[in-house]
């Protein structure tokens, strides 16, 4: 099975981007001697749907191109930035405008993070993307580690790390207002999209790929296939070749706050049951445990996940009120907290116990993102602040930690998970889903 290591003899061969790379090695231009005043050259690749956010949160920076596969779906950004030049090929808007690009926003399907990234970091260009980070946990690792190596600034878009909830949530831990934490749960109404999808068939039609859409290119990497409006333009998130799922879509926001407050590592063991799978896409519903274990003085930690409208067994401490069809409960042996799905806010349960504690809650000591802005955070680390947050370093982990659930769906078996050597080991099949075969022709 191929890895996704790029290396530069690989990615000068397959991509139009070689001619880019060779004529202007890496740089850090942004991050030599650049006023945190100056305005930042971005390009922004996927500006349609989830897109449209972030180039409307790079308005105050100087945008240099938007690429897009799809014409229609991009259409309000382009008619709000008539003035920006358009690419349907990322790999010849970094080839013609290399030199004119400090950073590069992506939001695309899931597939295509990887190759766009490592295109844009063998550049020497910071890198914002979607969550989650990668497609598959190889890919996680590799981005974590030429973005360390080229010492870029790097972020994915998980909102809730830069909140005050997910500080708020380490400052009481670390104060011990919640005592030890041994269970936490956390639920989803995902998928709201089509899961346990069986292979289209086109024997009595066959759709017309429309004018405005580059299919070829939305492939990418993923195996040729037909055209079929049933993945556009947003139910690919169901098919395993594009996207990962209710738990790839909302685990890096709902898990986020967990992973971070309680310094949890990777997991041990990740057990899941599930209903309606395929080979092609995602089940229709999954009950996920992980395992996760001690660190230092902190005792180990299970963490169940509920999606397809799953729900928990309510803690007692939950007071009757209608339970929102996205949360997280923690469970401590001191206080119980009910968090938003991106951390934004977190309450101890019940609220009248929330209302008594309040006084003796721990002050604000951890640093604060101003308004909470992610997009903002990472601007200013590519401008030579600190970094981001939510950095390639830290979101490796995490997607990683994410992903490993759907090894376990898809591997119909309990896993038990070597970090170190990235492989499953108790059940060698299941190691085939730590990584992908690529189509040629995209530098991986």
């Avoid at 409307?56 to 938007?66: H, I, L, P, T």
């Avoid at 981005?143 to 878009?157: S, Y």
């Avoid at 903002?376 to 490993?404: D, H, P, Q």
Wanted: hydrophobic share 40%; with cysteine.
């Amino acid at each position: 099975m191929k890895t996704p290591a790029l290396s530069r003899r690989t990615f000068l061969k397959t991509t139009s981007v070689g001619s880019a790379a060779l004529a202007f090695p890496y740089v850090m231009r942004s991050q030599q001697g650049q006023s945190p005043n100056s305005k930042l050259n971005v390009a922004c690749i996927g500006v349609g749907g989830r897109g449209a956010a972030a180039v409307s949160a790079m308005k105050g920076e100087n945008m240099v191109a938007f690429c897009d596969v799809d014409d229609v779906r991009a259409a309000r950004t382009f008619s709000q930035f008539p003035q920006v030049p358009r690419f349907r090929d990322y790999r010849q808007l970094l080839d013609k405008l290399s030199k004119s690009i400090d950073a590069v926003t992506i939001s695309t399907p899931d597939h295509m993070h990887y190759p766009i990234a490592m295109a844009a970091m063998a550049l020497g260009k910071h890198v914002f993307v979607e969550k989650p980070m990668s497609h598959t946990i190889a890919e996680a690792r590799t981005m974590a580690k030429v973005a360390r190596e080229k010492k870029l600034a790097t972020q994915m878009g998980n909102q809730g790390h830069a909140s005050d909830g997910m500080r708020l949530l380490k400052e009481w831990f670390q104060a011990g207002v919640l005592g030890e934490v041994r269970e936490i749960h956390t639920w989803t109404d995902r998928p709201i999209w089509p899961q346990g999808v069986k292979a289209i068939d086109h024997s009595k039609l066959m759709p017309v790929v429309p004018d405005s859409l580059s299919w070829d290119l939305w492939l990418g990497v993923a195996a040729q296939r037909e055209f079929d409006p049933a993945y556009l333009p947003f139910n690919w998130r169901g098919f395993w070749d594009f996207g990962t799922g209710a738990l790839g879509d909302m685990g890096c926001h709902m898990m986020d706050g967990g992973f971070w407050a309680f310094d949890l590592t990777a997991p041990t063991s990740i057990e899941a049951v599930s209903s309606k799978q395929t080979a092609l896409s995602g089940p229709t519903a999954s009950v996920v445990t992980y395992q996760f274990p001690a660190r230092g003085n902190l005792p180990p930690l299970k963490w169940v996940w509920y999606d397809g409208s799953m729900e928990p067994v309510l803690p007692p401490e939950f007071d009757g009120q209608k339970l929102p069809e996205n949360g997280t409960f923690i469970i401590g042996s001191k206080a119980t907290v009910s968090a938003h799905p991106n951390y934004f806010t977190i309450r101890i349960i019940p609220e009248t116990k929330m209302q008594a504690i309040a006084p003796s809650l721990p002050p604000k000591t951890l640093p604060r993102v101003p308004a909470g802005d992610h997009f903002a955070e990472w601007v200013t680390a590519c401008k030579g602040g600190i970094a981001a947050g939510a950095n390639f370093e830290y979101s490796s982990r995490l997607t990683e930690m994410v992903l490993l659930s759907n090894v376990a769906v898809r591997a119909r078996h309990r896993i038990e998970w070597d970090s170190a050597a990235m492989k499953v080991t108790n059940y060698p099949a299941a190691n085939e889903f730590i990584t992908k075969q690529y189509r040629g022709g995209f530098g991986v």
